[in-house]
């Protein structure tokens, strides 16, 4: 079984900065997909950015040119450096991969705030 450890989430001012991490282990065959995604209250869990095994990122376009989306394939690890923060940017953000053998695994979650 695959576990995701996330962290990096917490309060930040309106134009600051935070760096979501996540690692994952356990019965790894091969991560395809690793990503981000947010679930803001009241609001339906959306992509925020996903990254393949080749490299090639995709963004929402709310983020794109704030976030950077990066992995360590190494490490099993994800990141996303989140630049600009806006309050609207508020919400649960969840790791997922999806393993070409066991399929796709969710990450407990982390908080990001963005409030003065």
């Known amino acids: 079984q695959v576990q995701l450890v996330e962290s990096g989430g917490g309060l930040v001012q309106p134009g600051g900065s935070l760096r979501l991490s996540c690692a994952a282990s356990g019965t790894i065959f091969s991560i395809v997909v690793m990503g981000w995604y947010r679930q803001a209250p009241g609001k339906e869990r959306e992509l925020v950015a996903h990254?393949?095994?080749?490299?090639?990122?995709t963004y929402a376009d709310s983020v794109k040119g704030r976030f950077t989306i990066s992995r360590d394939n190494a490490k099993n690890a994800v990141y996303m450096q989140m630049n600009s923060l806006k309050p609207e940017d508020t919400g649960v953000y969840y790791c997922?991969?999806?393993?070409?053998?066991?399929?796709?695994?969710w990450g407990q979650g982390t908080l990001v705030t963005v409030s003065s």
């Open positions: 990254i393949i095994s080749g490299g090639a990122t």
């Open positions: 997922r991969i999806v393993d070409g053998r066991y399929g796709q695994v």
